[in-house]
């Protein structure tokens, strides 16, 4: 079978390559006919035949490109994904500029905020129970099963304490009536008891008045406190009447769920993150290089692959031996190198990497100006 080998040259058209990617770049369109001469060159030709078809060098330039696209996307993807999750999958990311947020790591502290208090995305309810005279002991699991059927409760604050002492510090009986009152109305007091207080009296003079009544119910009376073990809530000191005790509470099973919303449509790991393949036209020369180089990588790999079919072929007289595996060996080597420089690279470019290049910049610019002589001012 006489199977064609590369010619001398090529005319690529749309639909050479296997996936199409830049078939319509009218920049790829002529640079793909470059690279393809330029690697049957490097390989030898015209001195060495080429068993390779300007097919193959169409599939080696695009999948550089695409590598090439892949580890740019990657590296982006790494250094925004914290501002990326949660974003729309129809958002187009690639030739965009990021501006990075504090959103995710604000959603990320939520959990913090659900167990004290203080914000986060799990809804605390309240409820009560109604106090009996001399029960101490009150079960809230029976209470959940009666308010909240079938689920788990988790206890977080029980309203159980002496009431404030500031609204056992006034005097109904002064301040009240005639024109003084008429007047701490006027100025939004006359809720308060005895409101003129708040004009004749020194403000640390009321402190001190609310610490003794803390104080003196701290330790003149039976201490306020509660034990909340297994969902039995035990009250100190033991109820005398009966009163609508309230509490506040979270379902165990909101808190647990770790999917607080649909998120179709939206970004949620790197696989769905919306970078397309780069438009080449917009890769700058520095770039198209390192395509080129790795182009010609996959092009030795491939040739060497052929050639690698036979190890040794018979000519008059002798047999000549075939460089497939040398090629193979190259192919790899210069794959691996450009790979590895690229990713340095792009890691010195993240955020962490340029912040770091500052750093150092800003160290050595402090002991080179701390080796400026300092002038001497004579007054």
């Known amino acids: 079978m006489n199977i064609p080998i590369w010619p001398g040259s090529s005319s690529f058209f749309p639909g050479m390559t296997p996936f199409g990617y830049y078939d319509y770049d ?39 490109v695409t590598e ?38 604000v959603n990320l502290a939520h959990n913090y905020g659900n167990e004290v208090g203080s914000g986060g995305d799990v809804d605390w309810k309240k409820g009560y129970i109604v106090l009996t005279g001399s029960v101490q002991t009150y079960d809230l699991d029976a ?24 609204s056992r510090y006034f005097d109904p009986y002064v301040g009240t009536g005639g024109g003084t009152q008429q007047m701490l109305d006027s100025f939004g007091w006359g809720s308060y008891s005895p409101a003129v207080s708040f004009m004749v009296m020194p403000l640390y003079a009321d402190l001190l008045r609310i610490q003794a009544i803390e104080m003196n119910d701290q330790i003149r009376k039976s201490s306020y406190s509660f034990e909340l073990r297994n969902n039995k809530l035990n009250l100190f000191p033991i109820p ?28 949620t790991d790197i ?42 072929i018979p000519i008059p007289g002798a047999e000549t031996t075939l460089n497939g595996a040398d090629l193979i060996a190259q192919g790899r080597e ?18 962490q990497g340029q912040f770091e290049q500052e750093q150092a910049i800003a160290t050595a610019m402090n002991y080179q100006l701390g080796k400026v002589p300092l002038p001497i001012y004579i007054k």
Request: proline fraction near 4%.
């Open 271 to 312: 696989s769905n993150v919306p970078f397309d393949n780069l438009t080449y036209k917009y890769i700058n020369p520095m770039g198209r290089q390192w395509i080129f180089k790795y182009t010609l990588a996959l092009a030795k790999e491939m040739l060497g692959n052929i050639r690698g079919k036979y190890t040794s």
């Open 334 to 351: 210069d794959k691996l190198a450009l790979t590895t420089d690229l990713k340095e690279l792009l890691q010195s470019l993240t955020r």
């Open 68 to 105: 090439f696209g892949m580890l740019i996307n990657m590296y982006s993807t790494k250094d925004y994904m914290l501002s990326l999750v949660g974003s729309a999958t129809s958002s187009a990311l690639t030739n965009n500029v990021i501006t990075p947020n504090m959103g995710r790591v």
């Open 26 to 64: 009218y920049e790829f369109q002529q640079d793909v006919d470059r690279v393809a001469d330029w690697c049957s060159k490097r390989l030898g030709f015209p001195i060495m035949e080429v068993e390779l078809q300007d097919l193959n060098f169409y599939a080696a330039a695009e999948e550089a």
């Open 240 to 267: 005398t009447v009966s009163l609508n005790m309230w509490f506040e509470y979270v379902i165990v099973e909101d808190r647990n769920n770790p999917i607080k919303a649909d998120a179709s449509g939206k970004v």
């Open 143 to 166: 209470w959940a099963d009666i308010n909240e059927p079938g689920k788990n409760i988790e206890i977080k604050r029980v309203y159980h304490d002496f009431a404030p002492a500031i």
